[in-house]
């Protein structure tokens, strides 16, 4: 409603200097208040006239667009950097080049086809894609034995175009959604709070331009999202798809759509197996809010919904297949739906139950052992999640139990990070959607005059604050891949871009900060600098090296235990 | 105490907005800075190891054109380049890293610029432009610093101070060649503004013709640009040059003999069209010949008929039409600028200048001989601290800038900044010219913008699927290699119509609409 009594034409000019002057003095008192006032790219944008916000979502695509691009110019710096980075592509090549569906979906023993079916489905469109545009020339691009990356530049730019293409399909819309709906719901619960408040029409209008210029630097905070950025095309992958489904079905749930929230969420699981971190919260949420609340027709609606969604996933495999290969395709699929299965018990554990095992030496473990206390670790971790959602979440008060939502699937995705048995350092990208998420509710503006409001809003900036750290953390943690494939370019400036636009770094000039607090951040921060630039610069010998890198492990891996119970403190109060 | 004030005197530097709008685009050029690790441009690939030896005659004995300020500093650089340097990855990161720096030069000068409102658009939308910013950290080139002196040649004659001016204009011309051909412009308002006194003038005697002149001013002028060329070619007189050697020197960097295309970078302009026109009047005559038809294609059936794939590049000679010579072009040329110069001297407001100095750009550009596609950002520069002042030069500044930035995707033609070279371009486009649109002043009269408004802005959106289409042409091979000439062809005909277009429009709009410019 801000929006309307703004975008009319006809304020003259007196008017319009009026507005321009409102604005001016509700930025310089916001400024002090705001975190996100202070940031540089809010500054930018204000240099800009007001018009262009008009253009916003235009402007966020291409923005994002471009730096996803910049990130994915890269040389080959020695070894080729795709074919080695990732299981996904070799996968991707092998099962391109032989079209065939049906084998890669009846296969269970060969990791590399260890996708599950909604993944097949993409990478079968974007061969056929590209050997509709460059079957002409490269005939050889889809076989794996002539490929020759390093003469192949063009091959290498189609596939990180591919990337492209599924992000500005799949993830940017809906990040651009999320930030746009959340501060309209903002708007809307403080518009029900504040209706008879004196205001000036100028004020209104301003407040709605800032509020405008906030959701524009919001999305933005989405998707310039450091760890995607650098994982998915610095190197290669398609985590944009998945955080694309797991955003729509979050959307789905902001906006009471139930059943739409289902059918992606199903997507994002049948993309990427990972996704199954999420899957504890969503199905206390859904039942909470269905069947506990006694809306039989809203679980069955959503039942319904499921159904169709699957008969229409496996639908296409209902062509190429006999009745004795489909009992066999049900078997498989759903075997892929559950990375536990998989994890090969005769490997080491790569997280940190090594350690634990480390240290008892005279009772030998055996890995089964340590893969059973994993389970049973995570289950006791994401219990409490679990039983507080249950408890506070429901019908009556749909708003609060939205945020509590975005709390429980991070601390949830944490736990399953924190304690599983396997470890990947590109994991990391699937818990920190939700943190993202989380800074977006941190920075919005709260209008209303209660009470609380500005110790409201002294909260919410402390807990930026830790945010951003968590976000650099989540740089952190992935810094093994980056000295593995000599990426660090790209890395320092996705992080100084990131920190520098949206004041990630903001709190060492904070003035409302006690000082040890600072210095507790300064240390912390120089640690990590300190640690990279080491081994980065320095070749140090073998042994000293391990230590380095346990100690990276045992830091990063720390500080995300802290801001777990963090998480679990902040959902509770 | 002191370091406390430097240290404020930083963050204020660094909190001006300019600065800002700058660092957030230097993220970006880090990425290609880094990781973009291949030089377009053949020419500066090896100019380090020839200006190494201190000693500007023997320079010029390689293929260089580059005039004498510009290898000076190419050897400071080469100079400054650490000892240790020797893997070539390397030696290129450091000579890209030399670009950024010298583009910092560029951003000081508009940072002290843009302290009035509209002056911000203005610098920003150079700082960012997609020329430079294409052309340097991609192509390889060091346009952003030699544009930024012209750029303060231009702010300098703004601000009235013409000394510095003709100072910094004169240093200019010793770092970008292509800046001599704005002589007769700056010329014309440096005699007008600074040396002529027509106010009190009565025509008694020849001799009272003498007092017009201010004879003082004329000695300060000289003196300053004089200084300024010796200053510039300080090195050649160290070395102990003869004229010979100054004369080789001119013509290597103007040569005598040039095609009239460049064969790399064919440039959008007259001769593009005139190729193209050639092109189809060749196939008719070829029709002819066929069936016999006129006595007058018969004729010249005696001559060979150039066969060639290439439709524009090697289109130096010609079939149908007369070839070019370089008098035509210079004839062409002096009308144009004469033109746009005669208004100048009978009113020399700042406007008025930058308006005949796009215009003499222009004519270079359009009717030059070897242009460069690259050479578009002559005319980008002074037009964009014109658009400010007029709401209905915006649409000539739209089709000139996205037409010109079109132009010269071609010569970076490395699959890999595809992508990118597009969405910077579009944001641009989307930036500047809704923040164009929504702060230049509108005319007194609020009259109607003559110009074809909507036709440009449809001109200007059909660019994209143009670019793609001509891709696709390009990527596919049907049957022979005919498809990519002809997709080069349509890309830079459909370019130099754009161009051509607005060149009209900003024509019509400086010789006929005198309120405008008053």
Known sequence: ?573 | MSVKQAFSKITQFLDSPLIKIWVFSLFFKLFLIFNYTRIHNTKLVNILDITKTLSPIKWYHEDLDYPPLFMYFQHAISLLKPKQLKDPRMLILYQKLTVTISEFICVIIFNVYSMEKYNLLISASIILNPCIFLLDNIYFDYNGFAYGFLALSIIHVQRKSILKAAFIYTVSIFLNKNFIFMVPCFCAIFVKSYCLKLEKFEFKTYLSLLKIFKWNKIMKLTLVISSAILLSLIPFFVQKATFKDFEETYYKIYPKKSLLINEKQSPSNVWTLYSLFDNSLSQLFKYFNKINKFKYFAKRNSMPVNESNDFINSKNLFNALPDIEPRINFYFIAFYQFLAIIPLFFNYEFKRFIGSLTLCCYSIYLFGRNIKSTDILLVIIPFTFLVIFDKRLLTPFMLLTSCGIVSIFPIINSPDVFMMKLTYTTIWMIIFYISFNSSVKNNAENRRVWFFDRLSLIYIVSLFPMIIFCGVLNTFEFKSKKYKQIASLIYNCYCSLGIITSWFGLSWLYNFDEHMWT
């Not at chain 1, 739409?260 to 206390?284: E, M, R, S």
């Not at chain 1, 790569?350 to 030998?364: D, E, G, R």
């Not at chain 1, 736990?415 to 990208?429: E, G, N, Q």
């Not at chain 1, 709260?446 to 919410?460: P, T």
């Open chain 1, 1 to 573: 409603m801000f929006e309307q009594s703004v975008s009319s034409n006809d304020i003259n000019l007196y008017d319009f200097e009026l507005l321009q002057e409102e604005k001016k003095n509700l930025q310089k008192k916001f400024r002090r208040k705001y975190h996100i006032f202070q940031t540089n790219i809010f500054q930018i944008l204000t240099l800009f006239p007001q018009v262009l916000l008009k253009w916003d979502i235009a402007l966020i695509t291409l923005l994002s667009t471009l730096v996803r691009n910049c990130v994915a110019v890269g040389g080959f710096t020695g070894e080729s950097t795709i074919i080695g980075s990732d299981n996904h592509h070799k996968s991707w090549i092998n099962f391109t080049s032989s079209f065939s569906l049906k084998k890669w979906a009846l296969s269970n023993t060969n990791t590399e086809y260890s996708r599950p079916i909604i993944f097949g489905y993409h990478s079968l469109l974007m061969s056929y894609l590209g050997n509709y545009l460059f079957d002409g020339r490269h005939k050889s691009w889809f076989t794996l034995k002539a490929l020759k990356l390093e003469e192949n530049l063009e091959f290498r730019s189609f596939l990180k175009f591919t990337v492209c293409l599924t992000d500005a399909l799949m993830y940017i819309p809906p990040a651009i959604w999320f930030a746009k709906m959340y501060g309209r719901l903002v708007a809307e619960k403080v518009n029900a709070a504040t209706k008879n408040t004196s205001k000036t029409t100028f004020e209104i209008a301003a407040v709605g331009h800032l509020k405008q210029l906030v959701n524009f630097i919001n999305s933005l905070i989405i998707l310039f999202q450091p760890t995607v950025l650098l994982i998915d095309h610095a190197f290669f992958g398609y985590h944009g798809f998945t955080l694309g489904a797991l955003l729509l079905s979050i959307n789905n749930i902001f906006d009471n759509k139930l059943g739409g929230a289902c059918v992606f969420y199903i997507l994002a699981i049948f993309f990427d197996q990972n996704c199954i971190v999420f899957a504890p919260v969503f199905i206390v949420y859904f039942l909470k809010m269905t069947i506990f609340s006694f809306s039989l027709l809203d679980f069955a609606s959503i039942v319904f919904a499921v159904f169709m969604a699957l008969s229409l996933l496996y639908f296409p495999m209902y062509i190429y297949l006999d009745s004795q290969e489909t009992l066999n395709l049900l078997k498989t699929s759903l075997l892929k739906l559950c990375p536990l299965t998989f994890t090969n018990t005769e490997n080491d554990s790569t997280n940190f139950w090594i350690y634990i095992k480390a240290l008892f030496i005279n009772k030998s473990i055996s890995n089964e052992d340590l893969k059973l206390l994993s389970r049973v670790v995570k289950v006791v971790s994401i219990l409490p999640t679990c039983i507080y959602m249950f408890k506070s979440c429901s019908i009556s008060k749909k708003s609060k139990s939205k945020i509590i939502l975005l709390y429980g699937l991070a601390s949830c995705s944490l736990s399953f990070y924190l304690f599983s048995y396997d470890f990947d350092c590109t994991s990391i990208v699937l818990p920190m959607l939700p943190l993202t998420l989380i800074i977006v509710k941190c920075n919005q503006i709260i209008d209303s005059k209660e009470k609380g409001n500005s110790f409201k809003v002294e909260n919410n900036n402390y807990s930026l604050h830790m945010l951003f750290f968590i976000q650099n953390m989540s740089m952190y943690t992935i810094w093994p891949l980056i000295s593995e494939y000599d990426l660090f370019p790209q890395y320092a400036i996705i992080i100084f871009l990131y920190n520098w636009m949206f004041g990630g770094l903001d709190i060492f000039s904070a003035s409302h900060i006690q000082l040890y607090i600072k210095l507790f951040y300064m240390l912390l921060y120089s640690i990590m600098a300190l640690t990279i630039i080491l081994s980065e610069s320095i070749v140090l010998s073998t042994e000293f090296q391990d230590k380095m890198n346990i100690f990276m492990f045992l830091l990063s891996h720390s500080s995300f235990f802290v801001s777990w119970l963090w998480l679990q403190y902040k959902m509770i109060m």
